[in-house]
């Protein structure tokens, strides 16, 4: 059957380039087939230079809402009317939506699922606790966004361009006071949770990291998620962390808000999760 053809049901989206690997329209089946919302959600592969005019024609031809994810995240920021808090603090959107009055709404889950995973789920306290984040990149933002408002006694971020990190601190300052070294001079005392942002990962490589930086129970958790475990975690396990996790809760979870922003109502996660790590295992 062909899904698109189907009259009467709203569409949504995920939007990449590449987008083949994309676990989401698996994902947002799942929620709908489990809260009973009537929805078909598929992904499509846009390039850079399609993807202002794939927005405009989608939203005209009633489309529901789009997840946005590389290289789209700061356009679809850009071209967006409204902007939510923490969209706003990231400088990126992975949610756009049309609202009542038909302009252009534009949110940045990615935080809220990654705090949901890390608190909620795999039960690590924040509060008080000090945060070391790798990568000053969108990934790092989007986490950033909603890791502020966590009760954190202190964020640091380390990445490899200092004036990246530089620039982050600087955005967020309004908010919160960010320390940013880069990782060759970085002078660190340990840290309770260290999450790595960094796209790196999944080729195997790590940034320069001092195992030092791991407290005694410390949580490393990489935004990444691949079958096998990334060379974070590879790293934060030889290193003795007490607890290291993969981003495929994240990755749930953002979903989980994304659907809520849109449809009013929040899917359980647990079980999706559960299947999501069987497929990958
Ligand atoms: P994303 O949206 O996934 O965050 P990005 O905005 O391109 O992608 O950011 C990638 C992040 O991974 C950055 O922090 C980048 O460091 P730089 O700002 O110095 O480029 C980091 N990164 C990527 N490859 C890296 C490498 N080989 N060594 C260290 N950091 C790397």
């Not at 992904?43 to 989608?58: H, I, P």
């Not at 009542?100 to 534009?106: E, I, P, V, Y």
């Not at 809760?249 to 809520?260: D, I, P, R, T």
Request: net charge negative.
């Amino acid at each position: 059957m062909d899904q698109d053809r189907i009259e009467g049901v709203t569409r949504y989206a995920v939007v990449g380039d590449p987008v083949a690997h994309s676990q989401s329209p698996r994902i947002h089946t799942l929620f709908a087939e489990q809260t009973g919302e009537e929805l078909i959600y598929t992904k499509q592969r846009v390039t850079v230079d399609e993807f202002t005019q794939f927005v405009g024609s989608f939203f005209a031809e009633n489309g529901g809402g789009l997840n946005v994810t590389l290289p789209h995240k700061e356009t679809a920021f850009e071209l967006a009317d409204g902007h939510s808090r923490r969209s706003k603090l990231a400088r990126a959107a992975n949610t756009l939506w049309l609202g009542d009055d038909g302009s252009l709404q534009a949110d940045n889950t990615d935080g809220a699922g990654l705090v949901h995973d890390l608190s909620i789920n795999n039960r690590i306290t924040l509060t008080n606790r000090k945060l070391l984040v790798l990568g000053a990149g969108g990934a790092a933002r989007g986490a950033l966004a909603s890791l502020v408002e966590c009760g954190l006694s202190s964020i640091t971020v380390l990445n490899r361009t200092l004036a990246r990190a530089t620039a982050l601190k600087a955005d967020f300052a309004a908010v919160y006071p960010i320390n940013v070294q880069d990782f060759t001079s970085a002078r660190l005392s340990p840290h309770d949770i260290i999450i790595n942002a960094t796209s790196m990962s999944l080729s195997g490589y790590i940034p320069p990291l001092d195992p030092d930086l791991l407290s005694d129970h410390c949580c490393c958790y990489d935004m990444m998620y691949s079958p096998k475990p990334t060379a974070f975690m590879d790293w934060a396990k030889r290193h003795g962390a007490g607890k290291v996790f993969d981003g495929i809760g994240m990755l749930v979870e953002q979903a989980a808000e994304s659907f809520f922003v849109w449809r009013g109502v929040r899917p359980e996660t647990a079980d999706v999760i559960a299947t999501l790590q069987r497929v990958s295992a």
